[in-house]
């Protein structure tokens, strides 16, 4: 079983709806999850990162995080062509010295 | 002032060369990291190094090897390429090794032939 999960996709959303990512991670004892997003030919970026069972929005984007289910989600409101990207979920495990990414979901939103 | 900047952006190469790639932040973090990133845009670490001691070495061919001059500078220099080590190799850099918001350089995409 891979560490960190993610649908490949690709994802296609048309422009204003929601995009919904998700993620399965393997450690039951991680602490902490990050979502980055990596436009083609570009190094990833942070965008979002998350802690604690619940919900957490910032601006457009909404993480959320289940521990119970091992499960993390990245929502994106308003889906805009300038969302399209590879997304990639990020888990730091119990210990926390090696950040382990997915392979990425590729994001397209069409106009 | 770009926060983690590597040289070169692209290295094309032959087969049984040796290559480095360097890498430098601005950011004052302890911690800098090398990734490798794939065709299919899977990132895994390779190295990490805080304060300039080697923290994390994932299993990686010891024809790779780091080397952190100060706590700002981590290079890679890689001896006898082959063709599976073209990937785009990214540098990062975090606040500490469990503070793991990364910061990623632009890049050195290599291409062995």
């Known amino acids: 079983q891979k560490e960190v999960e993610q649908n490949s996709g690709p994802l296609s959303v048309p422009e204003g709806a929601i995009a919904s990512l998700n993620c399965t991670y393997s450690d039951r004892g991680s602490q902490s999850f990050f979502w980055y997003r990596q436009y083609s030919g570009k190094s990833p970026e942070l965008i979002m990162f998350?802690?604690?069972?619940g919900d957490k929005e910032d601006g457009r984007f909404t993480a959320q995080l289940n521990k119970a289910s091992q499960y993390v989600s990245l929502l994106i409101r308003d889906s805009q062509p300038s969302d399209s990207a590879t997304y990639l979920c990020?888990?730091?495990?119990?210990?926390?010295?090696?950040?382990?990414f997915g392979e990425g979901t590729q994001l397209t939103v069409n106009p | 002032d770009t926060a983690v900047s590597q040289t070169p952006k692209y290295l094309v190469t032959q087969m049984g060369n040796d290559k480095s790639i360097k890498c430098e932040q601005n950011?004052?973090?302890?911690?800098m990291y090398w990734y490798k990133q794939d065709s299919k845009k899977f990132l895994k670490i390779m190295f990490s190094y805080n304060n300039k001691e080697l923290i994390i070495n994932e299993t990686v061919p010891n024809r790779f090897s780091p080397k952190s001059p100060d706590k700002a500078h981590l290079n890679l220099h890689i001896n006898s390429l082959e063709l599976g080590d073209s990937a785009v190799y990214f540098c990062a850099s975090s606040q500490d090794p469990s503070y793991e918001k990364l910061f990623f350089g632009s890049g050195t995409q290599l291409s062995v032939l």
């Open positions: 950011l004052g973090h302890d911690t």
């Open positions: 990020a888990v730091l495990p119990p210990g926390g010295s090696r950040l382990t």
């Open positions: 998350i802690y604690s069972n």
